[in-house]
């Protein structure tokens, strides 16, 4: 009643951040190469480094899903460590193996882990030489998934921001979607774009490597996802001109993400009104039915996949939910203020982690829904807390407005799923 | 360097891993970057665990390269030892922090903790998983069993059980119960359940039994050395190998090894007729070392199976597991690359597979049946109901899971009668496991797409030989009669046939020649 209305008013944008520096429940970033080799269908991944990357990338996969993988490990021995064999020697020789074997590989990423950024294995040079040895047949790129610099997502992100550089130059002033999201998406936002008469658009990554787009002072892009820093700064580096908005997640973030395309392109209101009219209405529609389970309920993130923060946008603005802290891997302003400008301020937002405080915390906040890694939905669930696993967000389709209905399904399911529960 | 896709063992400090969750009121304190914390799923997913693996990651950055990661390791010691008030820790590194050589074990050490801290030396670029459980639980047991007095009843602990083990919670329990109806209690089961305190008295028992030598082997031969305690050798998985288990507790404890068995149905299952169609099925073994043995033993006395492959991942019981396959006249396969091993299958083009997860998705690929008999495990391993494999029970279960995967006896025959019907044809699989998608390789020719490149190609089975033999028309339109469970196998062995007579033409009558040359 007789707070300051200043403060009310106050947006996520400019609430203090809690920064944290603990023990992280996080995945490294080569967890990327899961989704990243669907969507890219002739590059291969090719990790250097140990037993445990193997391990990580099949326990994360799930090895009774993908049996096809387009990604292996080349694992450090002790005699490579030993220096008694010439590592390049050893990796030039199992790429030769790889790429007889796979003549329909055109782009292999060498994906640099803990274990070669430790030892300097400097993979750059190897990409190098690579290239110039299988050329033209084959292109060999370099990024780091490690965990020691990257976080879950980041990997797609320094994968994205690998190919930049190599990317054709022109002068066309093209609309650039950037972040790899599943074709059916896409195709829905190529869709409404077309619609408004933008184009040409093109993407990246391309699905093939003859299929990439070029780049140059007159594009301008459209970041997909909020975990693509650097390959931001890369496109930026190139003259590429970047249009910031809210992620396209909820038939908000989508319209306000269309909208500053659609206004960079001079596109007019009646136009953009009737492309976007009953998409906006049946985005509404979905979501407020999946969301009927969630209003008035309280979430709690922990950092993960650094769409944290436009997701507590999209279930406080959208779905009536009240956030309780919002936890990502690390905040990126810039990319990420648009979101935290339309967050009302209360909650906490966190970077990083100690994870054995934010349990605390948690546990003290008893959040009706708990948004978490793997590793942690489990004990929670066992500690009475409802959990929704938050890789399921990072694999399923919840981008742009006929998938805002399913995006609000994934988090009442788990609250659904606890209401109906009798045993 | 070795390139691998898929990979049987994790690394060894999830063997470590796998013996701390396993127990009680004991704390791993793991140096190990962000991302290795991934390990905590295998447990809390795939066991269903309620509770998070009892590890503290130290979780260094590249910006900690570069200052004090010494300290951020003793950090983390003291929180993980204020926080959860562990009865012993167990400290290490996993294989990026060994780069760095900070010393884990040398910097707990001084930190001067009231409580016993085992240092884990786990070579992570030359050994893998199986070498950590094996290693930390012996390095447990020399910190912390001493010699002492024994029990005045007979007492066993039951060694090698661990978490994320391959039924492992089933065997405790089956075997708890056969032990005690031979009048021999139990004073610790571990690592699995134990505390530190409890392995404080593991002395006090008259023997052990070793269940899975995989990990616990060296600890078995230690406190045979140490603390006087002999050690059964027989795993106690099918019929006859129970039977010699409890013959041989018998001889350790002079008690009768006689048991009730009246639970125990597998014998009789597969002497009746039902069971015929099972003779001289030919299997491919493969999985970690214990239970390769163990399957082997019971597809050929008690199943009536021929074991055409056989092999383990597990290279620290390679001699063993060449010296059975020496002994049924089997070359056996000691790799740990899936690729190898799908050859090998491919090679021996079995009708069913004994095998892991990962056995069972070359099987999916292959078309033939697969039964999983091993770790590494999958959340599938975890049944809800109970589901042994050692003892009476253990066989029983075995038998079902064995038989599921096949196409049932009068089944066979059907399809082989009616094979043109529409909905009881060849590739309908099984008809008690439900609707089968159609295979991906169709979706993608009829759904406009090219087919997705794939690392490892359809069943090349139909393709091998192709080159060089031309079956005739006949020939081929007789072939497709034959059920799709046999068809590879009819067609490899015509192909082999008509080689061995020098002809590069297969007719029909080259076909019924060729079956009558191998009819059993």
């Known amino acids: ?423 | 360097m070795k390139l691998t896709v898929w990979t049987y063992e994790g690394p060894p400090h999830v063997g470590a891993m796998r013996v701390a969750t396993g127990m009680k009121g004991l704390h791993y304190v793991l140096h190990a970057p962000q991302g290795d914390t991934y390990a905590d799923l295998l447990f809390t997913m795939i066991e269903r665990r309620n509770h998070r693996p009892p590890v503290t990651y130290t979780t260094f950055q590249a910006r900690d390269l570069g200052a004090d990661t010494a300290y951020l390791f003793k950090d983390a010691c003291r929180q993980a030892y204020e926080r959860f008030k562990p009865e012993a820790l167990i400290v290490g590194a996993s294989c990026t922090a060994e780069l760095i050589q900070d010393d884990p074990g040398g910097l707990a050490e001084t930190m001067g903790l009231p409580v016993p801290v085992i240092a884990l030396d786990l070579p992570s670029y030359s050994r893998k998983e199986n070498f950590g459980t094996d290693e930390t639980f012996y390095q447990l047991v020399r910190a912390l069993a001493k010699p002492m007095e024994r029990t005045a009843r007979p007492t066993a602990n039951i060694i090698g059980p661990t978490g994320l083990g391959f039924r492992h919670r089933d065997d405790v329990e089956e075997l708890t119960g056969l032990l005690s109806e031979m009048g021999v209690d139990v004073n610790v089961v571990a690592p699995m359940g134990a505390t530190p305190t409890d392995l404080t008295r593991l002395g006090a028992a008259h023997f052990n039994v070793l269940l899975y030598p995989e990990h616990a082997e060296t600890a078995a031969r230690y406190m045979e050395k140490e603390l006087g305690q002999p050690f059964t050798k027989t795993v106690p998985i099918g019929v006859n190998a129970t039977r010699e288990f409890l013959a041989e507790v018998g001889e350790i404890t002079g008690l009768d090894p006689k048991v009730d068995e009246s639970r125990l149905r597998q014998p009789w299952w597969s002497k009746s007729v039902d069971s015929t169609y099972l003779t001289g099925k030919r299997v491919f073994v493969f999985g970690d070392a214990t239970h390769v043995k163990a399957s082997v033993r019971i597809a050929r006395e008690e199943m009536g199976f021929e074991v055409v492959g056989l092999g383990c991942y597990n290279r620290e019981f390679a001699r063993d597991i060449r010296a059975l396959g020496k002994e049924i006249g089997v070359p056996a396969l000691i790799s740990d690359d899936y690729l190898e091993v799908e050859k090998a299958i491919e090679d021996a083009s079995p009708e069913m597979i004994l095998g892991t997860q990962m056995e069972r998705h070359i099987g999916k690929r292959l078309g033939i049946p697969c039964a999983v008999i091993s770790a590494p495990v999958h959340v599938q391993d975890f049944p809800a109901r109970y589901s042994p494999q050692v003892g009476f029970e253990g066989a029983n279960v075995i038998f079902d899971t064995w038989i599921h995967p096949l196409v049932m006896g009068l089944e066979e025959h059907l399809l082989a009668m009616f094979r043109e019907d529409f909905e009881f044809h060849d590739e309908a699989g099984p008809s008690h496991h439900g609707g089968h998608a159609p295979r991906p390789e169709e979706r993608a020719h009829t759904g406009g797409q090219p087919p997705a490149p794939r690392d490892i190609e359809e069943p090349k089975s139909d393709n091998l030989g192709s080159d060089v033999m031309v079956w005739l028309a006949d020939a081929e339109k007789e072939l497709k009669k034959i059920p799709f469970f046999v068809r590879g196998k009819a067609k490899r062995n015509t192909e082999k046939y008509a080689a061995e007579k020098g002809m590069t033409q297969i007719s029909k009558d080259t076909l019924y020649e060729a079956k009558a040359h191998y009819a059993r």
């Not at chain 1, 529609?285 to 009927?292: L, P, R, V």
């Open chain 1, 1 to 423: 009643m007789n707070k300051p209305s200043n403060i009310q008013s106050a947006s996520c944008a400019d609430a203090p951040v809690l920064k944290e520096r603990g023990q992280r429940e996080v995945f490294c970033g080569l967890t990327g190469i899961i989704w990243l080799h669907r969507k890219m269908q002739d590059a291969f991944f090719l990790v250097v480094g140990s037993r445990t990357c193997a391990h990580l990338l099949q326990s994360a996969a799930g090895v009774m899903i993908f049996a096809e993988p387009r990604f292996g490990t080349a694992i450090l021995e002790e005699k490579d460590l030993a220096g008694m064999a010439d590592a390049h020697q050893e990796l030039d020789r199992e790429v030769a193996r790889l790429l007889s074997r796979r003549p329909d590989i055109k782009q292999l990423f060498l994906v640099g882990s803990c274990p070669s950024e430790v030892i300097k294995l400097d993979l750059q040079r190897a990409a190098e030489r690579l290239t110039e040895e299988h050329a033209p047949h084959v292109r060999v790129l370099n990024y780091s998934g490690s965990g020691i610099e990257t976080t879950f997502t980041q990997g797609e992100d320094a994968c994205l921001a690998s190919m930049v550089p190599g990317l054709p130059k022109t002068d066309a002033r093209e609309l650039l979607l950037v972040g790899a999201l599943p074709d059916v998406v896409e195709d829905q936002a190529i869709g409404l774009l077309s619609d408004m008469g933008i184009g040409p658009i093109r993407v990246l990554p391309a699905a093939r490597a003859d299929g990439a787009p070029g780049v140059g002072d007159n594009t301008v892009y459209a970041l997909l996802q909020p975990f693509l820093g650097d390959t931001d700064a890369e496109l930026s580096k190139r003259g590429a001109k970047a249009i910031r908005a809210p992620f396209p997640f909820g038939e908000e973030g989508t319209t306000a993400w269309l909208k500053a395309i659609a206004d960079e392109f001079g596109v007019d209101e009646a136009t953009f009104d009737r492309v976007t009219a009953a998409p906006r209405a049946r985005a509404r529609k979905a979501i407020s039915q999946a969301a009927e389970a969630l209003r008035g309920k309280s979430v709690f993130f922990f950092p993960d996949s650094q769409l944290e923060i436009p997701l507590a946008r999209f279930l406080t603005r959208e779905c009536g939910m009240e956030a309780i802290e919002v936890g990502a891997p690390y905040i990126h302003m810039g990319l990420v203020r648009p979101d935290l400008e339309l967050m009302p301020a209360g909650p906490t937002i966190s970077e990083g982690q100690d994870v054995d405080l934010q349990l605390d915390r948690a546990r003290a906040a008893r959040p009706d829904l708990t948004v978490c890694g793997l590793g942690l939905a489990n004990p929670l669930e066992a500690e009475g807390l409802t959990t929704k696993w938050a890789i399921e967000l990072v694999f399923t389709p919840v981008h742009f407005y006929e998938q805002a209905g399913d995006l609000a399904g994934l988090f009442s399911r788990p609250v659904r799923r606890k209401e109906i529960l009798a045993v």
